[in-house]
């Protein structure tokens, strides 16, 4: 009778040993995960030289095979999905993981070495300058602060590798992750992710799951395991105002022809106050942020003089209370103005017309429709007529103030509630782990291509972001700090450790 509690006692005993021993594992096989990533990054991985990606297709295939995946492409209106799929258990949850095997574009005159594709091994010296070392430092002592260069070392062939190395680490250890695992491997997250967002309808069952994980992106600049419960949605427009037909002569219509870049600040100076804060009508409706929601936007290591030191700003607008809370507001940013005079040249001229370019960056309570008809509406009622298009010859002649607007809905923004059951559990592992509560951000800046599939599955969905803030993402010289891999391994064991059954 005593049996079953003995086992049990020694399964519980295995797994704590095991957990504790997680750092030593994980420097046992450090120097073998920075050598294969040094590996994968060597192939190049832009979506235009279809042949390496599917290089990079093989050599993911290869490697999850072995932790006991079974992948497959999913085609799609452009270039294949890679699907994973491992059933540890029916009767577990769930989990869809997601990462992109894709890379921005490079210029290799613009990196400090030869080749983005081919990796170098660098530490910083005192001047704060990055200096190559050889790649045999990796079998001797390893400095977390050592990094590697090269395009897509952090953005997103890191956190495949961290994943892939926390699974080595369970199965090398005989133990499995807590819950059944499917993973989306994206071929065009850098452009768009069309090919994945067409799969959607076809391969639903597929990507059935209970939960979703992205990881992707960089985590906060504590570099303290964080959480990120969402991410803003994007729309756009263009408002155009005009003057005369044609441009004209300063010298000649100056004080007669009204100048339409004098229009233009006007209506869009009556859409923002001094300090930040949109005034068109409703443009922050159905956002409320709680004592508990403010406590956790505080809670985040943000410090305000170092933000603004950095961004060399003398104040911040007053949106919101602090710099996470300014992010759970919906933006109006002017991206560009632009004239008629598209010359290098300086011309004396009053130009035909101007155009603002804006941006409109969208939280969780607001759709892109709606708030771009709220500016649609206040230029309205400014007294202008709205088109869609350039004006005719008899509008010009009949109406005062004349605005052409056009608009881009784009993409929703998602969030997960803070308290929801599974970043409840995810943030109680990654503290039991860590001996700290990881940073939880409720929304991040940024906008994913991928919300769109995150909305349309319908399911909790929360992104851990592993690689370091100034990893260089999309830029020239993107690196991979190696105490982030370290680390990175680190928070995926504890997630694979994490039940979501009781």
């Given at each position: 009778?005593?049996?079953?509690?003995?086992?049990?006692?020694?399964?519980?005993?295995?797994?704590?040993?095991?957990?504790?021993?997680?750092?030593?594992?994980?420097?046992?096989?450090?120097?073998?995960?920075?050598?294969?990533?040094?590996?994968?990054?060597?192939?190049?991985?832009?979506?235009?030289?279809?042949?390496?990606?599917?290089?990079?297709?093989?050599?993911?295939?290869?490697?999850?095979?072995?932790?006991?995946?079974?992948?497959?492409?999913?085609?799609?209106?452009?270039?294949?999905?890679?699907?994973?799929?491992?059933?540890?258990?029916?009767?577990?949850?769930?989990?869809?993981?997601?990462?992109?095997?894709?890379?921005?574009?490079?210029?290799?005159?613009?990196?400090?070495?030869?080749?983005?594709?081919?990796?170098?091994?660098?530490?910083?010296?005192e001047k704060g300058d990055w200096n190559e070392i050889s790649w045999a430092n990796i079998d001797e002592k390893i400095n977390d602060d050592w990094r590697i260069f090269g395009r897509a070392a952090a953005d997103d062939k890191a956190p495949i590798l961290m994943f892939l190395s926390a699974l080595e680490i369970l199965q090398s250890s005989k133990q499995t992750p807590k819950f059944n695992i499917k993973i989306i491997f994206d071929l065009e997250e850098e452009y768009g992710s069309n090919g994945f967002l067409s799969t959607l309808q076809e391969y639903k069952k597929n990507y059935k799951a209970d939960y979703m994980i992205i990881m992707d992106g960089p985590a906060h600049n504590s570099n303290q395991p964080t959480l990120t419960f969402g991410c803003r949605g994007i729309a756009s427009c263009s408002i155009t105002t005009y003057g005369s037909k044609l441009p004209q002569h300063s010298g000649h219509y100056g004080n007669y022809v009204a100048n339409p870049v004098f229009r233009l600040s006007r209506l869009l100076t009556s859409m923002k106050s001094a300090n930040g804060k949109v005034l068109i009508d409703d443009y922050y409706k159905g956002i409320s942020i709680s004592e508990e929601v403010s406590n956790i936007l505080k809670s985040v290591?943000?410090?305000?003089?170092?933000?603004?030191?950095?961004?060399?700003?003398?104040?911040?607008?007053?949106?919101?209370?602090?710099?996470?809370?300014?992010?759970?507001?919906?933006?109006?940013?002017?991206?560009?103005?632009?004239?008629?005079?598209?010359?290098?040249?300086?011309?004396?001229?009053?130009?035909?017309?101007?155009?603002?370019?804006?941006?409109?960056?969208?939280?969780?309570?607001?759709?892109?429709?709606?708030?771009?008809?709220?500016?649609?509406?206040?230029?309205?009622?400014?007294?202008?007529?709205?088109?869609?298009?350039?004006?005719?010859?008899?509008?010009?002649?009949?109406?005062?103030?004349?605005?052409?607007?056009?608009?881009?809905s784009g993409v929703n923004a998602f969030r997960t509630a803070l308290n929801d059951p599974f970043g409840e559990k995810l943030r109680s592992s990654l503290t039991k782990t860590f001996g700290k509560a990881p940073v939880s951000i409720r929304t991040m800046g940024g906008t994913v291509p991928i919300i769109p599939a995150i909305n349309e599955l319908a399911i909790p969905a929360i992104i851990v972001p592993m690689v370091n803030m100034d990893n260089n993402q999309h830029n020239p010289n993107e690196n991979i700090r190696i105490g982030n891999i370290r680390q990175g391994i680190k928070i995926c064991l504890s997630l694979l450790n994490t039940s979501f059954n009781e």
């Open positions: 009778m005593k049996k079953p509690f003995v086992l049990i006692i020694f399964f519980l005993t295995t797994t704590i040993l095991a957990q504790e021993n997680w750092n030593q594992l994980i420097d046992g096989k450090l120097n073998s995960v920075i050598a294969r990533h040094r590996t994968f990054v060597s192939i190049p991985n832009l979506p235009s030289d279809i042949q390496k990606m599917y290089e990079n297709v093989s050599w993911v295939k290869q490697q999850y095979s072995k932790v006991g995946f079974k992948l497959k492409t999913l085609e799609s209106s452009t270039l294949p999905v890679l699907f994973a799929e491992r059933i540890v258990n029916p009767t577990f949850k769930t989990i869809l993981f997601y990462f992109h095997l894709d890379g921005q574009g490079v210029n290799p005159k613009s990196w400090n070495q030869e080749d983005p594709f081919t990796p170098v091994l660098k530490e910083q010296n290591p943000d410090k305000k003089e170092a933000i603004n030191n950095a961004l060399m700003i003398f104040k911040e607008e007053s949106v919101g209370g602090n710099y996470q809370e300014s992010l759970q507001y919906p933006s109006l940013n002017i991206r560009q103005i632009e004239t008629s005079w598209k010359g290098k040249e300086l011309k004396t001229i009053i130009p035909e017309y101007a155009t603002a370019h804006i941006d409109v960056r969208l939280v969780e309570e607001t759709d892109g429709k709606i708030q771009l008809e709220k500016i649609k509406k206040h230029i309205k009622g400014e007294g202008y007529l709205v088109l869609d298009r350039a004006p005719t010859n008899k509008e010009r002649l009949s109406y005062a103030k004349i605005a052409t607007f056009k608009g881009d």
